[in-house]
């Protein structure tokens, strides 16, 4: 028999309105998964004109001192999403690497189960 843990929401990016510039210099930030397999991300999306954001999961290699692109994420439209990923217990953030279009708000919040 499995168990299931499902932790409660937690902010992780508001207010965002560029794109990063790149990783976060170390992990300021970031979200620790230690002890869960997976992490959603509730992603409140507004603004105008959107043709194009693109958001990426890294991961942080402690060994290696940076961080590795994981899964990457589309959206076309203003709107609410939910994204999920396997974890496994990594260190992570959610980075927006590209804009396409006027403006946009973005907030995203997390879960880890």
């Known amino acids: ?19 990063d510039t790149g990783p976060p210099v170390g992990t300021m930030g970031a979200i620790d998964t230690a002890g869960y397999a997976e992490c959603r991300f509730d992603i409140a999306l507004s603004g105008q004109g959107i043709q194009r954001l693109k958001l990426v999961l890294l991961f942080y290699n402690s060994r290696s001192g940076g961080w590795f692109e994981g899964a990457e994420y589309e959206f076309s439209s203003a709107g609410q999403f939910a ?31």
């Open 1 to 19: 028999m499995s168990r299931y843990y499902q932790a409660q929401p937690k902010p992780h990016r508001t207010g965002v309105t560029q794109p």
């Open 83 to 113: 994204v999920s990923a396997r974890t496994r217990g990594a260190t992570i953030f959610l980075m927006t690497k590209e804009f396409t279009g006027t403006s946009f708000e973005l907030s995203a919040d997390y879960a880890m189960s």
